[in-house]
């Protein structure tokens, strides 16, 4: 499809209900590492992002594209290239929300946009999202989503080198294991994530890729680990891919000038390069 059919999407919203449940939470709990005590129970404030397991995509496996995504062309438009990736999102928390309690997700699709990349053809998709709880609204969250052609080998981007004085670290152990756990818990059927033939054979990846979602959670545990308290907004991105054969570090370090009050995060490969870039902000 041309680019003036693929923005007939924009404007386009969506509205879904979900929950995330006491057993829900308790697999979140034993799917991300390092996480110790007991798993929050009924009526306890979930934990930031894990609301991403409220709303899976409830599509008939007959209707999955061979990537294991669901098919394009209803809330999101047809677009004819092959790789999906969620590239970012920024989000506001205005108040907590709790397991077990009902939770609505109102969805606008706000804009398409086509660019030429190096590596070719490129469609970036943004949608908001609304996430109100009995309270109120709870979360404004906005979602960027690329798309791109399957490259015919492994063509990493530029490398962004680690902070090389972080005010902490902390080292995450990765397996196939954890990448198919989390991908279960959220029904996300992304072959990278857990088909290693498919990921390496067919995309082209060095491994199984771990997943933005799965690194923007553990970077906002441990924005909250360090300040005592959850941000009031976070936004990230992801520049450089992750794979389950290398453990990950997370990095954090406080922000200065017009990023005072701010902490930096981003999480490392071995080789010394940033995957993922983040941006935790509290209110005083």
């Not at 991105?237 to 902490?263: E, I, K, S, W």
């Amino acid at each position: 499809m041309d680019q003036i059919n693929l923005k007939g999407w924009e404007g386009r919203t969506a509205s879904l209900t979900g929950h995330v449940s006491a057993m829900q939470a308790a697999m979140i709990h034993a799917t991300l590492p390092g996480r110790s005590g007991p798993a929050p129970r009924e009526g306890d404030p979930l934990p930031q992002l894990w609301h991403w397991c409220a709303f899976p995509p409830l599509a008939a496996t007959e209707d999955l594209g061979r990537d294991g995504h669901t098919r394009l062309g209803d809330f999101l438009p047809p677009v004819a290239l092959d790789r999906r990736m969620w590239a970012g999102g920024a989000l506001t928390f205005h108040a907590p929300l709790r397991v077990g309690e009902p939770i609505r997700r109102q969805s606008k699709l706000l804009s398409v946009e086509e660019k030429d990349g190096a590596s070719g053809p490129m469609i970036f998709v943004t949608v908001t999202h609304e996430i109100h709880g009995p309270r109120g609204l709870a979360i404004h969250e906005r979602q960027d989503i690329v798309y791109l052609q399957i490259p015919e080998s492994y063509r990493p981007p530029r490398a962004i080198p680690a902070p090389q004085s972080p005010s902490f670290s902390r080292d995450i152990a990765m397996s196939a294991p954890l990448l198919f756990r989390y991908s279960a818990v959220t029904f996300n059927a992304h072959r990278i994530h857990y088909d290693l033939p498919y990921a390496t054979g067919i995309e082209h990846y060095p491994g199984l890729v771990v997943h933005g979602p799965l690194q923007a959670t553990l970077l906002i545990d441990a924005a909250t680990r360090w300040r005592g308290e959850p941000p009031a907004a976070f936004r990230f991105r992801g520049v450089h891919p992750l794979f389950h054969t290398d453990d990950l570090r997370l990095m954090g370090t406080p922000g200065t000038g017009q990023n005072d009050g701010a902490l930096d995060l981003c999480t490392v490969a071995p080789a010394g390069h940033q995957g993922m870039q983040a941006t935790a902000r509290w209110l005083d």
